[in-house]
């Protein structure tokens, strides 16, 4: 009887903290702007992860990523994996930014690259960008007619 009772007061407290910390990282999210899907944030980098548009075999999985080098300073890129080798495999990259109280993204750079029988593409590039905005990467990934889209958080760059 004893061990049920102590197993019982452990689940117990196991589930108030789960509760209490979901409670508690909601809270912390939903008081972060957000642009399209993408929170405004002050973090040194962000990832975003692909969500596919068509169905097939030949995509595996596509991401997107920016980074807060320094003041005036942004790295961005994207990168598509196939699960095989395709006869082309590519990313189109587009940088974004936008300021706090924006209702949209404006576009700021774009560069395309592609790869031949091949079963993977990245492509990056380190910008010098004016700063006192958030920036974001959004990627379209394809292999062969699969596609797939994804977009990283808004990264604020300090003015240099």
């Known amino acids: 009887m004893k061990r049920r ?3 019982f007061c452990c689940t117990l407290m196991i589930l108030v903290g789960i509760v209490t910390n979901s409670a508690v990282d909601s809270q912390a999210a939903s008081d972060e702007s957000m642009i399209d899907g993408s929170y ?4 040194d980098e962000s990832v975003g992860y692909d969500t596919k548009k068509t169905r097939g075999e030949d995509l595996l999985v596509g991401y997107s990523k920016c980074v807060e080098v320094g003041p005036g300073k942004f790295y961005g890129g994207g990168s598509t994996i196939a699960t095989h080798t395709v006869d082309e495999v590519g990313v189109g990259v587009s940088v974004e930014r936008a300021q706090k109280g924006d209702d949209h993204w404006e576009g700021y750079d774009a560069w395309l690259k592609f790869n031949k029988n091949a079963d993977r593409v990245s492509s990056s ?3 010098d960008v004016e700063g006192g905005y958030y920036y974001r990467i959004s990627c379209i990934h394809s292999a062969n007619s699969d596609l797939s889209t994804s977009f990283t958080n808004g990264v604020y760059i300090e003015k240099p």
Not at 40 to 43: E, F, R, V
């Open 5 to 7: 009772l102590l197993s």
């Open 40 to 43: 405004l944030t002050h973090d």
């Open 125 to 127: 590039k380190m910008l």
